[in-house]
């Protein structure tokens, strides 16, 4: 693939000086609205953690898209191909981001995980560490003996 020279003329390099200073400006706002939350009620009502509400994009594919919430498995349509990851309700039950499945709070010490199952119990270890290996035996049966 080639891509022809682009034109570099006085007026191109102020115009994409004047873009990349938009960008910079832009990028601090949405820092400073990302650590003070100042949309907070609106982003609570959204379902949304504070990175998707301040710093997503929401930019996807122009295509009807379904993808099943990652908790409950329901199908859930989309105009697009920016999809969320859990459906409305799931969201507000666990307390979680719709669109990404992060803490709404972006807490890292939560402790409650309803949706998962428990934790299998761990394999018996001896006093090193080591895990203790389990020979499970089959039954024996016991046949007449032939002459």
Known sequence: MNQPAKKLDQHAVQWQSSMNNSHVRD???????LENDYDRAARLKLLLCPVCHYLGSGIGG???????????????????????????KCAKLHDLCKHCGADRELRRNRRKFGWI?????????????????????SP????????
Do not use: F, H, Q, W
Request: aromatic letters at 4%; hydrophobic letters at 35%; glycine letters at 4%.
């Open 27 to 33: 990028y601090l706002k949405r820092a400073k609205d």
């Open 62 to 88: 122009a295509a009807m898209t379904t993808r099943p919430c990652a908790i409950c498995n329901k199908d859930v349509l989309y105009g697009s191909t920016c999809t969320d990851v859990l459906c409305d």
């Open 117 to 137: 199952p428990p934790a299998a119990p761990l394999p018996p270890t001896d006093s090193s560490g080591e895990t203790v290996r389990m020979v499970m035996a």
């Open 140 to 147: 024996m049966i016991l046949l007449p003996r032939r002459n």
